[in-house]
């Protein structure tokens, strides 16, 4: 997967030179901008379309435009007789930092390694502190719940739903309308973050965190799949103490943007933004 780097308000020239980008890349990461929430009404707000060159605005974040993909980091001052893959690793390890303090998230930033920070994506960076806080959660077990189940069984379980019965089985006393409680893994919790786990895995072309995506989703294989609209947050009961709670914080606010087809908040002077155009 292609993937360049961009500062908010410098510019990615684009065509045939060696310095360059391709024009169908250019093209396919222009049209994904304007289509952006933030782009505003001249579709500019993401990215300016020039005829040699692509212009970040005052937009940081990861645009995905199928196998083509683009970091805009923030204009930070960083040492400037470093290398330019050493001024972006500091860029990004600072972003990170002001992005779990503004959303009181536990990261502990020492376990990336510096070829890390100089090699991926902010993304990618994302993604991998993800894995590791919902495999530290699930460690301790995945959460469960009783919730309410309504069956017809052929012995009695739980009570005996009356009006049920006697409108459904009138005619066929073998069967009894069961009403109980069932602890289960099906819950609004773990349907949210295995929402949060498919997504990432179409999303991430690391092949270490494709790798952690895929042992996550097959410990979820038997909570429900469900639409992001159809996701019950108002349900999730979690102690903010908890292990998973810094996984469910840290998930919605990075993904709420890839899990919808774009998002945008204010943070610290600047918009942060995950597109892609496969978003659904």
Same mark, same amino acid.
Not at 12 to 20: F, K, N, S, V
Not at 90 to 106: E, F, G, Q, Y
């Given at each position: ?61 990861i ?34 930092? #002001?992005? !779990?303090v503004?959303?009181? *998230? ?6 990336? =390694?510096?070829?890390?920070?100089? &090699? $991926?994506t ?53 069967r ?10 099906d819950?609004?919790l773990?349907?949210? #973050?295995? !929402?949060?786990?498919?997504? *990432? ?6 092949? =270490?965190?494709?790798q952690?995506? &895929? $042992? ?25 103490q ?39």
């Amino acid at each position: 997967m292609p993937a360049y780097t961009v500062r908010e308000w410098d510019k990615l020239a684009y065509g045939a030179g060696a310095e360059q980008i391709p024009d169908s890349h250019a093209n396919r990461l222009a049209a994904v901008a304007a289509r952006s929430a933030l782009a505003g009404r001249g579709g500019n707000g993401v990215l300016e379309h020039g005829r040699h060159a692509l212009r970040a605005r005052g937009v940081v974040g990861i645009l995905a435009a199928g196998d083509v993909s683009l970091e805009i980091l923030p204009k930070i001052d960083v040492a400037p007789d470093e290398t330019l893959d050493h001024q972006n690793a500091a860029i990004r390890k600072r972003l990170v930092h #002001m992005l !779990a303090v503004a959303l009181d *998230l536990k990261i502990d930033l020492g376990v990336i =390694t510096d070829l890390a920070w100089h &090699r $991926e994506t902010l993304l990618e960076i994302l993604i991998r502190i993800f894995c590791n806080k919902l495999t530290e959660a699930l460690r301790k077990g995945m959460p469960r719940r009783y919730v309410t189940r309504d069956e017809d069984l052929s012995v009695l379980r739980g009570q005996l739903d009356i009006t049920r019965q006697f409108t459904r089985h009138a005619v066929d006393p073998s069967r009894l309308a069961c009403r109980f409680d069932l602890l289960s893994e099906d819950t609004p919790l773990n349907r949210i #973050m295995k !929402a949060a786990v498919v997504r *990432l895995a179409r999303l991430s072309r690391r092949t =270490t965190n494709q790798q952690r995506l &895929r $042992e996550l989703a097959f410990v979820y294989a038997d909570v429900t799949e469900e639409p992001v609209s159809a996701l019950r947050w108002d349900q999730v009961v979690i102690p903010y103490q908890s292990v998973l709670a810094g996984a469910l914080r840290h998930g919605p606010a990075l993904l709420a943007g890839s899990l919808s087809d774009d998002h945008g908040r204010r943070r610290r002077g600047h918009r942060h933004a995950v597109r892609d155009e496969r978003a659904v």
